[in-house]
């Protein structure tokens, strides 16, 4: 069991950063897949970024492309995004997933190939 807790949302103007984190309570944290996703209201939840195991591998959605960055220390346990040039349409909740998957080829985008998840940061974007 591998419990996810999310934290660095808030409020924020477009064209502005944010960093989120992701701590996770397992000792084989590098044994897992990570991701983030989003969901604003009254929409599916969808992928933003991925890394693999080791940290060496990452991918994005085409609308982060550019503008977030993935990146994980498996010292602390943790799972960063590092969001920049925000806008608007980016506001949602983000949340924190894991998967067991030690392939790093593996580019899980689909929300049902996680079997972990955090609560959820709300991340808003004024303009």
């Known amino acids: 069991q591998v419990q996810l807790v999310e934290s660095g949302g808030g409020l924020v103007q477009a064209g502005g950063s944010l960093r989120l984190s992701c701590a996770a309570s397992t000792r084989t944290f590098s044994y897992y897949a990570m991701a983030w996703f989003r969901q604003a209201p009254g929409t599916e939840r969808e992928f933003v970024a991925g890394v693999s195991w080791s940290g060496s591998n990452t991918y994005y959605s085409d609308f982060v492309r550019g503008r977030f960055t993935i990146s994980r220390d498996n010292a602390k346990n943790t799972v960063s995004l590092q969001m920049n040039s925000l806008k608007r349409e980016d506001t949602a909740v983000y949340y924190c997933?894991?998967?067991?998957?030690?392939?790093?080829?593996?580019?899980?985008?689909?929300?049902?190939?996680?079997?972990?998840w955090g609560q959820g940061t709300q991340v808003t974007v004024s303009s």
């Open positions: 997933a894991a998967d067991p998957r030690s392939d790093e080829r593996y580019r899980g985008t689909q929300a049902d190939e996680y079997d972990y």
